[in-house]
């Protein structure tokens, strides 16, 4: 996670990467994260206000037999308990849990996998799973995303990324995690 000051914003910008998360009680932040098949999951506790958001890359957990640790947060499961657990230690109640969700642009192409489509199926199962209403949504599609979440209001700005305009390293990144996960 990366914390800059936005005198634009005139608030403290925390850049969520993949495998990361952040939770909050304060109003004066904001979340961002670069979206490519990757998801953001924003978190409201409509009653306390506590927030949180996290940035995974890959759906569900680790093939068995591998290194991957179990607490992973680039896998989907690990991410969204790890997030939901932090929101918790700091006053959130599951049972006011409200969900918006971003992401999984099928952002390459590959033919033995389609990651933007298992992270979308994963995360709607999950959060169904966990009777966490989705708000809203904007998911799926050929291009990337740039996201910036503000918990006060729970207000999500989205501005999409042409895929040939999606920064060469994003691209890279997802491959290389992808290669290493195939057997």
């Known amino acids: 996670m990366k914390k800059i000051f936005s005198p634009k914003l005139k608030r403290f ?7 990361g ?15 490519g098949s ?20 890959l759906p569900g ?25 932090a929101m918790l230690k700091i006053g959130a109640n599951k049972n006011t849990l409200e969900a918006k969700i971003f992401g999984g642009g099928q952002v390459y192409e590959m033919a033995l996998s389609n990651v933007a489509g298992a992270n979308i199926d994963f995360i709607a199962a999950y959060l169904k799973a966990k009777n966490i209403p989705v708000l809203a949504s904007n998911i799926g599609g050929r291009y990337g995303r740039k996201i910036y979440f503000f918990p006060e209001n729970f207000d999500v700005y989205v ?10 390293a994003v691209k890279q990144q997802e491959k290389s995690f992808l290669q290493n996960r195939m057997p």
Not at 13 to 19: L, P, Q, S, W
Not at 21 to 35: D, H, Q, R
Not at 38 to 57: E, Q, W, Y
Not at 159 to 168: G, M
């Open 13 to 19: 910008v925390h850049e969520i990467y993949a495998g």
């Open 21 to 35: 998360f952040e939770v909050t009680g304060k109003k004066n932040v904001v979340f961002s994260a670069l979206l």
């Open 38 to 57: 990757c998801i953001a999951v924003c978190l409201k506790d409509r009653a306390t206000g506590t927030s949180g958001m996290n940035h995974f890359m």
């Open 61 to 85: 957990k680790p093939r068995k037999g591998s290194a991957v640790s179990n607490r992973d947060a680039r896998y989907g499961a690990y991410s969204m308990a790890m997030l939901v657990d």
């Open 159 to 168: 501005k999409r990324i042409n895929i040939k305009k999606i920064l060469p």
